[in-house]
């Protein structure tokens, strides 16, 4: 029986960004608690936080890999991530919030979501300018923060594979889609994205073959934020739960900042992202919220970007907290 409604919040700081093709990423979560003290916000007071081990030494060396860069990194950190996540699911029962620095690790946590609950059905809803679609076969840059999805979905895209990849880094990319002993971790009719708008031709054979629908700025502005949500509450009705991903470069980075590893014009504005997370989570099947990519060394207006992110982790906790 958990006493304080606090405690119903489990922060977990995840400052891996093996996966991102800038650096600087594993700063994002510091950037976040600096907003927090400048504003003289207690929140990391109230909410009690694990910090998860990285391997982000290995970034001192040139990637032995080129097609999936630090992959096997990355894997130990998918197995440090989802062993935690997976732990709070399963044992305390605990919110499980997840500040991130670069967006492969999100796999790491659907992964532990999904290792806990291995019969229930995940919807995912990726709040991000881009698909993260990409596999080691048809990726132009080697990050993997441009392939949690596809990892989680089981894909390959051998249909559109551009790259010839050597047997290790296949092996490694399997151990990424198998981990956590369930394989596809998540079925492309309960993914749906919010605010896509930079994608490659490889992905966009995946979402026309998929089926995968995005809600795009457009719609945002022209229905509004309540129906935006219902409507993405409706379309993952049959799901038993619901993680949502919180890319800050779902964001209109002329509008709020640059501070994020890629960031893309036209997006949301701070309102319709904080009115869409804060609306998912009032849902109950609502079980995990990632927030993840800011950068402060890649901020062109101070530190923008991790105070806008604040504002809406501070906003999105409180409803989760109260529902
Ligand atoms: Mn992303």
Redesign the pocket.
């Known amino acids: 029986m958990i006493q304080n409604p606090y405690d119903k919040i489990r922060l977990f700081e995840v400052t891996s960004e093996l996966g991102a093709g800038t650096r600087g990423a594993s700063l994002g979560v510091s950037a976040i608690k600096v907003a927090a003290l400048n504003t003289g916000n207690k929140y990391f007071t109230k909410y009690k936080s694990t910090k998860v081990p990285n391997e982000n030494e290995l970034l001192f060396e040139d990637s032995p890999t080129k097609d999936a860069k630090y992959i096997d990194g990355i894997i130990r950190v998918y197995n440090y991530v989802s062993h935690f996540v997976s732990e709070e699911v399963t044992y305390n029962r605990r919110f499980p919030i997840v500040l991130a620095c670069d967006?492969s690790t999100a796999g790491a946590t659907i992964t532990g979501i999904k290792h806990s609950n291995p019969n229930k059905r995940l919807g995912v809803v990726w709040i991000?300018a881009?698909a993260?679609l990409h596999t080691p076969y048809t990726t132009p840059s080697g990050n993997v923060?441009g392939m949690p999805l596809a990892a989680c979905l089981g894909i390959d895209n051998l249909e559109r594979k551009r790259n010839d990849i050597p047997a290790n880094v296949a092996d490694s990319w399997n151990k990424l889609k198998e981990m956590g002993g369930v394989s596809p971790k998540i079925l492309a009719e309960d993914l749906v994205f919010v605010a896509l708008r930079d994608t490659e031709p490889e992905e966009d054979f995946l979402l026309e073959k998929r089926n995968i629908p995005n809600f795009d700025v457009a719609q945002v502005r022209r229905d509004g934020t309540a129906k935006v949500v219902a409507s993405i509450l409706k379309y993952l009705d049959h799901c038993d739960m619901i993680y949502v991903s919180f890319?800050v470069?779902s964001m209109d980075c002329d509008l709020i900042s640059k501070g994020t590893g890629t960031p893309v014009p036209n997006g949301l504005n701070e309102q319709q992202a904080s009115e869409i997370v804060c609306g998912l989570m009032a849902n109950k099947k609502t079980c995990c919220l990632e927030i993840?990519?800011v950068n402060p060394t890649l901020d062109n207006k101070g530190n923008v970007m991790a105070e806008t992110a604040f504002r809406i982790l501070d906003k999105a906790t409180e409803v989760v907290v109260k529902r």
């Open positions: 967006h991000d881009h993260d923060h890319d470069d993840t990519e």
